[in-house]
């Protein structure tokens, strides 16, 4: 009975939505690891949001100086 109420939290956990978001996550890492295709697309698509964030943040400046009057300095 006392070997029960110590797995309990353990198997309750593993049956949680964050448990599963975990396992997925570890899976993924393990596939960059493992998968060197995988690796380059990922890492190709996280540089491209970067570039996508960078333009959409000087686009917004832009956007912004124009709106001002182009008095920014």
């Known amino acids: 009975m006392k070997l029960l109420r110590i797995r309990r939290p353990w198997c309750l956990w593993w049956l949680t939505p964050r448990g599963r978001e975990h396992r997925r996550l570890r899976a993924e890492l393990r596939r960059l690891e ?7 697309r990922w890492r190709a698509e996280l ?11 000087a686009l917004e ?13």
């Open 34 to 40: 493992n998968d060197p295709d995988y690796a380059d």
């Open 61 to 73: 400046t832009l956007l912004l100086d124009l709106a001002d009057g182009g008095d920014r300095p």
């Open 47 to 57: 540089a491209e949001g970067w570039r996508q964030l960078r333009f959409e943040r």
